[in-house]
């Protein structure tokens, strides 16, 4: 197979393992360039599906794409409600969630109760501080797993979180 310039390219068994291969065989599609052709086609279909195949926790209410032909304008599920903390603090155990590298190539793993852990204990520091649904928390931090962790904090008693990474 010609790589065409990329520096890697996944195996066969690995892309067939993949959550991108299975959402594309499940709106039938077979190779991704089919699946972003018919996604840049069909907007609303295509996120339709993604809100499905990923299992969306919510209330998806009205238009699921309204496209003003400009990428800046587009609303996704403008009138539709959910809390990104609780869909992604929905999976619990010990497999991995974040896998981190630094600049120094050292290698970092939470697990997703790990995560669960570090955001409750966040909350719990926002909340015993004073900071309560509303209320913006601004963060100015490098790109590692902790702002994550304090964002998903930040959201899950709707308190709004601004992180300038680093």
């Known amino acids: 197979m010609q790589n065409d310039g990329l520096l890697w390219t996944p195996s066969r068994a690995d892309q067939e393992s993949s959550l991108i291969y299975a959402f594309a065989k499940r709106v039938g599609h077979d190779t991704y360039p089919d699946l972003h052709t018919w996604s840049c086609n069909n907007t609303s279909e295509f996120w339709e599906n993604v809100w499905d195949f ?5 209330n998806r209410i009205g238009t699921i794409c309204s496209n003003n032909s400009s990428m800046e304008h587009t609303r996704f599920f403008e009138h539709s409600r959910l809390n990104v903390a609780e869909n992604l603090l929905r999976r619990t155990g010990t497999d991995t969630a974040i896998t981190f590298w630094n600049e120094s190539l050292e290698k970092r793993t939470l697990s997703f109760d790990d995560i669960r852990s570090q955001v409750s204990s966040v909350a719990q520091f926002l909340t015993a501080n004073g ?7 601004a963060g100015y931090l490098p790109n590692i797993p902790e702002a994550i962790i304090a964002m ?3 959201g899950q008693h709707r308190r709004h979180m601004v992180i300038v990474l680093t």
């Open 54 to 58: 990923c299992g969306m926790i919510g």
């Open 131 to 137: 900071v309560v649904a509303e209320d913006r928390v």
């Open 152 to 154: 998903i904090a930040t």
